[in-house]
């Protein structure tokens, strides 16, 4: 799945408002018996953007995860 897909599935982005859906947490696979790399929208991720990102980077903390995921929402909104 695009991850474009994926954030307009997750995430609501209005003017000056970005409201996270509650169910983010477990589809972002955000608990301790899930390895964070080998979620969908961590998948997603490195495929749109081909990186090379240890996964510790990736789940050095979620906020940078979720800033990267906005900022891709209001570049396409203002590109569109």
Same mark, same amino acid.
């Given at each position: ?24 947490? +477990?589809? @972002?696979?955000? #608990?301790?018996?899930?390895? *964070?790399?080998?979620?969908? %929208?961590? =998948?997603?991720?490195? !495929? ?7 996964? +510790?980077? @990736?789940?050095? #903390?979620?906020?940078?995860? *979720?800033?990267?995921?906005? %900022?891709? =929402?209001?570049?396409? !909104?203002?590109?569109?």
């Amino acid at each position: 799945m695009k991850l474009q897909n994926m954030i307009s599935k997750y995430l609501k982005v209005s003017l000056d408002k970005v409201t996270l859906d509650s169910y983010i947490i +477990n589809d @972002l696979g955000l #608990t301790t018996e899930t390895n *964070f790399s080998n979620t969908p %929208l961590v =998948k997603a991720l490195k !495929k749109e953007f081909p990186l090379e990102m240890q996964d +510790n980077m @990736l789940s050095t #903390t979620v906020g940078d995860l *979720f800033y990267l995921i906005i %900022l891709k =929402k209001m570049i396409v !909104k203002l590109l569109s």
